[in-house]
């Protein structure tokens, strides 16, 4: 009887030492990563935190990048902004950028960086605004649906796919772009990226969510490719 608790106390001391030691692994900083932008105004950029790591274990499954699929958001003034390829903003509200941070992201995007919107229902209009102040000589403009982004992995022939309703309009894609490079994506009337939750937090069927996660995964790839 001593043998076996001695045995079962043992076991259980490799489990945590085994499990802290996977927690203390560093991360592969060639991993690919998704960060969060966050930004002042009053928009909940913070809301479903699940989308980033769902889509990102999507991709990891079904391409052959090499993603860490967790969640992360950053902001403007960190020095860790020009270490993440990859920023996703979303919300429902109002967003405001300090000249500083117009300035900060103006400069990550002119230097190879992409910057993915997705409007959760009411960002349309400060989005809008505050992406005239990065690129004041540009207009949003909406890709043809023969653009490659949408048939890079996955074939999108009518573009944007409409994953909640919102105002019942077309669900539009629109672009900036630095020296031909398509730098911002703006998906409008669509919303794919509320698919990209948990099942539970939005109750979206599962083609649903599955066209949505595919749709992701090509704006993934476009980024990294293009």
């Not at 649906?145 to 022939?157: A, D, V």
């Not at 409008?188 to 949505?212: C, F, K, L, T």
């Amino acid at each position: 009887m001593v043998r076996r608790l001695f045995m079962i106390r043992f076991l259980l001391a490799a489990l945590w030492c085994s499990m802290v030691v996977a927690e203390a692994q560093p991360r592969v900083e060639s991993q690919f990563r998704i960060a969060r932008l966050k930004y002042s105004g009053g928009g909940d950029w913070y809301n479903d935190p699940s989308e980033e790591e769902n889509l990102l274990k999507f991709v990891r499954q079904n391409t052959s990048i090499d993603c860490d699929p967790r969640y992360e958001f950053v902001d403007l003034s960190s020095d860790k902004l020009f270490s993440y390829p990859f920023l996703y903003i979303t919300g429902h509200g109002n967003i405001n950028l300090s000249d500083y941070e117009v300035q900060r992201l103006r400069a990550y995007l002119m230097q190879g960086g992409f910057l993915y919107a997705d409007d959760d229902y009411g960002m349309d209009k400060a989005f809008r605004r505050e992406m005239k102040k990065v690129f004041p000589d540009q207009e949003l403009t909406e890709l043809p649906f023969s653009y490659g982004l949408y048939n890079c992995k996955y074939h999108f022939p009518n573009g944007v796919p409409k994953t909640h309703k919102h105002d019942g309009k077309p669900p539009q894609g629109f672009g900036l772009f630095t020296k031909g490079r398509l730098a911002v994506y703006y998906t409008y009337e669509s919303n794919p990226s509320d698919a990209w939750a948990d099942p539970e937090i939005h109750g979206d069927p599962e083609p649903v969510r599955q066209e949505a996660l595919r749709f992701g995964t090509n704006i993934v790839v476009w980024s990294l490719t293009h």
